[in-house]
Every structure is written in structure tokens, then in C-alpha cells.
């Protein structure tokens, strides 16, 4: 059984720092594309970062470009997302996700697979 499990999530300050992890297991994590999501009350979900299976490419929302890196460690199954310089606009509940590449990783209909959240909250 595919599972993953966030953690990190803390409240802090804006201009500070987190960095996020997900833990995967039940499936060959390193042929997957993996991706960060965040998701805040009353707003639609949002792809933060994504990332290839060799981790030769990510790709992110523009709105974290430049702030947050998305990294992978496939001889541990675990997926990271460092954030740094944030800001309350990215206070949201975060998601891991699992997906079996078709083309691209940035194609989010191949997400079927979710961790619960870790909540990260930024105050200004």
C-alpha cells in the first residue's frame, strides 16, 4: 500500500525558514514523480514543486521560484521541500504526492497518491 507521511510543519515568522519532508513507502519511489501541494482554507489546491524520478529536473509555481527547492533522497524514500523567505501567503496545508510519470511530471492528473498534510503557518 502506497503511503506517505508529511512533516515539518511549524509556525514561524515571515522571512523565516522551514524544510519539509515526506516519507514514502509501498511503492519504487524512485521511478516516481514526486510533488509538493499546498492547499489553504477556501482556495483551490496548488502545485508547489515537482519533481522527476532521477531528480535531473523540477519544476515550480511561480509563486515560490526562487524560495522553495524541492529535493529528493531515493536511497532513503524521502522527499524534502526547503523553504525559505516566507511569507504569509504561503501558509496552507502541505501535501506530499505520488505519481507514475506519463510525459511530465508537472501533469497533475497523475497524482492519485497523498499523504495526510503538515501545516505550515507563516505570520507576519
Known amino acids: 500500500q502506497v503511503r506517505l507521511v508529511e512533516s515539518g510543519g511549524d509556525s514561524v515568522q515571515a522571512g523565516g525558514s522551514l524544510r519539509l519532508s515526506c516519507s514514502a513507502s509501498g511503492f519504487l519511489f524512485k521511478s516516481y514523480c514526486m510533488a509538493w501541494f499546498r492547499q489553504a482554507p477556501g482556495k483551490e489546491r496548488e502545485g508547489v514543486a515537482y519533481?522527476?524520478?532521477?531528480?535531473?529536473?523540477?519544476s515550480y509555481a511561480d509563486s515560490v521560484k526562487g524560495r522553495f527547492t524541492i529535493s529528493r533522497d531515493n536511497t532513503k524514500n524521502t522527499l524534502y521541500l526547503q523553504m525559505s523567505s516566507l511569507e504569509p501567503e504561503d501558509t496552507s496545508m502541505y501535501y506530499c504526492?505520488?505519481?507514475?510519470?506519463?510525459?511530465?511530471?508537472?501533469?497533475?492528473?497523475?497524482?492519485?497518491?497523498w499523504g495526510q498534510g503538515t501545516q505550515v503557518t507563516v505570520s507576519s
Open positions: 504526492a505520488a505519481g507514475r510519470r506519463g510525459v511530465y511530471c508537472t501533469d497533475q492528473s497523475q497524482y492519485e497518491n
Open positions: 519533481i522527476y524520478p532521477s531528480a535531473l529536473s523540477s
